[in-house]
């Protein structure tokens, strides 16, 4: 995932525009943007429940809506970039 460094403002629209693009995964459930791996991503709400590996192979699990929208870290920098932070 490479994105530039941003503010909230923009991972805010970036997320709305995520969930206005996708709002349902293939599988017909919503989907939700949820934090994992210090970024937020947009996820089918089917991932989310308990599965083994026979449910996910009869229910074809792997190709869910799992897509990466912002970059934490991103905000983290623009947040130390800031004129007034602390680090400066």
Wanted: proline share 8%; charged share 25%.
């Amino acid at each position: 995932m490479t994105f530039t460094m941003i503010d909230h403002t923009v991972a805010l629209q970036r997320i709305e525009q995520a969930e206005r693009e996708t709002p349902h995964c293939w599988c017909g459930a919503p989907t939700v943007p949820l934090e994992r791996n210090a970024a937020i991503w947009l996820a089918c709400t089917s991932l989310r429940r308990p599965s083994g590996l026979v449910r996910r192979l009869l229910t074809l699990d792997f190709g869910h809506t799992q897509r990466p929208i912002v970059d934490l870290s991103e905000l983290e920098a623009a947040a130390w970039a800031r004129p007034g932070s602390p680090r400066r």
